[in-house]
């Protein structure tokens, strides 16, 4: 079972299995991830940045002391190259602005991801600070979907979920402001789960992202990683500005026992801003309906009187004030100025238009938004989960994006996200499920949100809906040697 191939079919707790148990050492299950992402990212594009002796490192001073107790112990793990930072490791955000600019100073959640045993081996690729549901940033060149090289792998989290698709890593970081696990996971056939706001640490550099719409987590091959990871870093840091509901018990244990009662699901397939939504996309969600009525579940089809394509500009309003208040904190860590030639068009935009926003246009915006999530939390409270499409569309060709003015690329990915955005506004969890494939072979995910602090009924549904359609043995062609 310590093949190349093999290991790329094992998720992360499978992996660590082999560490725990004697069948291979730690230092062999991370040379062997090594060995793939040289074999195949050359395909992919999804990497940023490699330390593969960073990780080794890491593995190397650990050995002296092992700590099995820990199940991820060993396991081979990506950063995404937005958000977080490793102390010593080359922070992009995907712009020529921060090329070769290293961080002194480590995240939080950096920590917990060493100390729950995750090996950090490199960075993958993002959409320039984030901006786009793709990942093709100029600075570094476009992550490619690993179902197809033509398609985007989406974003901004596409590297990462390109790199666990194609088996180079079981589970990577990702973080999530209005879609960013989730599309990608959609249109890459892997898990994605946005958990409750400040389920997880921002700091110490940061408290607060976008009055509260990004949150950080991974994408995965399997329920039951994304739920250990979780259990490994979940919980406020000291002088959190605030924090999610506390949880008993373990996520983890929650996937293994599945929902232990009927849930009642609601779900919809209204269209977007554009007024269409894809077939393939209406096939998923309904094809997810049956097999939850299958699995004994209320399904009923209900939406709530909140869309998305109403909300938009607020929206932006707080978007343009992160990205600018990102590149400006950036500006600041790295000694740096800001200048034009070196940002993408749209991210200069969003700089600019986040500059000339007045503090009363942007509470006016939040206002805005915290009106809109108080009746979609309304909503949700007869519900156990609403099921729904993650994006519009399946994953669309590469440079779709691109063309226009800044603001008709902007409403391009905003009417693309479709309603993923509507989980930030209220900080409800939500998952893509990767549950269905197009006759040509494509991925297309399907949207489940929950209530507000209830990770733990996700987690038991997806399990659930893993194990009567399994999806981890999938391998996209590109990936094969």
């Known amino acids: 079972m310590s093949s190349l191939e093999d290991l790329r079919g094992l998720d992360g707790l499978a992996q660590a299995e082999l560490v725990r148990t004697g069948e291979l050492t730690e230092a062999e299950l991370l040379s062997a991830a090594v060995e793939r992402i040289e074999k195949f990212d050359g395909r992919l594009g999804s990497i940023a940045v490699t330390s593969f002796d960073y990780g080794l490192s890491s593995a190397r001073q650990a050995a002296s002391a092992p700590s099995y107790?820990?199940?991820?112990?060993?396991?081979?793990?990506?950063?995404?190259?937005?958000?977080?930072?490793?102390?010593?490791?080359?922070?992009?955000?995907?712009?020529?602005?921060?090329?070769?600019?290293?961080p002194s100073q480590g995240s939080e959640l950096v920590t917990r991801f060493e100390a729950a045993g995750l090996r950090i081996l490199g960075k993958t690729r993002t959409a320039e600070f984030g901006v786009l549901p793709t990942t093709e940033p100029h600075a570094q060149g476009p992550t490619v979907n690993p179902w197809d090289p033509r398609l985007s792998a989406g974003g901004s989290s596409g590297g990462a979920a390109a790199a666990v698709a194609a088996g180079l890593v079981p589970v990577a970081h990702a973080n999530d402001a209005g879609g960013s696990i989730r599309i990608p996971a959609s249109n890459?056939?892997?898990?994605?789960?946005?958990?409750?706001?400040?389920?997880?640490?921002?700091?110490?550099?940061?408290?607060?992202?976008?009055?509260?719409?990004?949150?950080?987590?991974?994408?995965?091959?399997?329920?039951?990683?994304?739920?250990?990871?979780?259990?490994?870093?979940?919980?406020?840091?000291?002088?959190?500005?605030?924090?999610?509901?506390?949880?008993?018990?373990?996520?983890?244990?929650?996937?293994?026992?599945?929902?232990?009662?009927?849930?009642?699901?609601?779900?919809?397939?209204?269209?977007?801003?554009?007024?269409?939504?894809?077939?393939?996309?209406?096939?998923?969600?309904?094809?997810?309906?049956?097999?939850?009525?299958?699995?004994?579940?209320?399904?009923?089809?209900?939406?709530?009187?909140?869309?998305?394509?109403?909300?938009?500009?607020?929206?932006?309003?707080?978007?343009?004030?992160?990205?600018?208040?990102?590149?400006?904190?950036?500006?600041?860590?790295?000694?740096?100025?800001?200048?034009?030639?070196?940002?993408?068009?749209?991210?200069?935009?969003?700089?600019?238009?986040?500059?000339?926003?007045?503090?009363?246009?942007?509470?006016?915006?939040?206002?805005?938004?915290?009106?809109?999530?108080?009746?979609?939390?309304?909503?949700?409270?007869?519900?156990?989960?609403?099921?729904?499409?993650?994006?519009?569309a399946p994953a669309p060709p590469l440079g779709y994006f691109e063309g226009g003015t800044p603001r008709q690329q902007i409403l391009r990915g905003a009417d693309f996200a479709h309603e993923t955005p509507l989980a930030n506004l209220t900080g409800q969890p939500a998952m893509s499920v990767p549950l269905h494939w197009t006759e040509a072979g494509i991925p297309v995910g399907v949207h489940v949100t929950g209530r507000y602090g209830e990770e733990a009924t996700l987690f038991a549904l997806a399990a659930q809906l893993e194990k009567a359609r399994p999806w981890a043995h999938r391998l996209p062609d590109l990936a094969h040697p």
């Open 188 to 392: 890459c056939g892997v898990f994605g789960l946005k958990p409750t706001r400040a389920r997880t640490p921002l700091g110490p550099a940061v408290g607060d992202l976008m009055s509260g719409l990004a949150c950080e987590h991974v994408v995965s091959r399997s329920v039951r990683d994304s739920a250990a990871v979780l259990d490994a870093v979940a919980g406020p840091a000291p002088g959190d500005p605030y924090g999610a509901p506390p949880v008993t018990g373990s996520f983890r244990r929650s996937a293994e026992e599945g929902p232990g009662r009927r849930l009642r699901l609601a779900f919809t397939t209204r269209p977007g801003a554009s007024g269409r939504l894809d077939p393939a996309c209406e096939a998923a969600v309904l094809d997810a309906v049956a097999l939850c009525e299958e699995l004994g579940h209320e399904v009923v089809e209900a939406a709530p009187d909140v869309a998305f394509a109403d909300l938009v500009d607020p929206f932006l309003v707080l978007w343009a004030a992160g990205v600018s208040s990102a590149i400006s904190s950036y500006a600041q860590l790295s000694g740096r100025t800001p200048e034009e030639p070196l940002f993408e068009e749209l991210t200069w935009d969003l700089y600019e238009r986040g500059r000339s926003l007045s503090a009363a246009d942007y509470l006016l915006a939040v206002g805005t938004l915290q009106r809109a999530a108080r009746r979609l939390a309304v909503f949700q409270l007869d519900y156990d989960a609403l099921l729904g499409p993650v994006t519009a």
């Open 69 to 102: 107790a820990t199940p991820l112990y060993g396991v081979p793990f990506l950063l995404k190259d937005l958000g977080p930072t490793a102390a010593g490791l080359e922070a992009t955000m995907g712009s020529r602005f921060l090329r070769g600019f290293v």
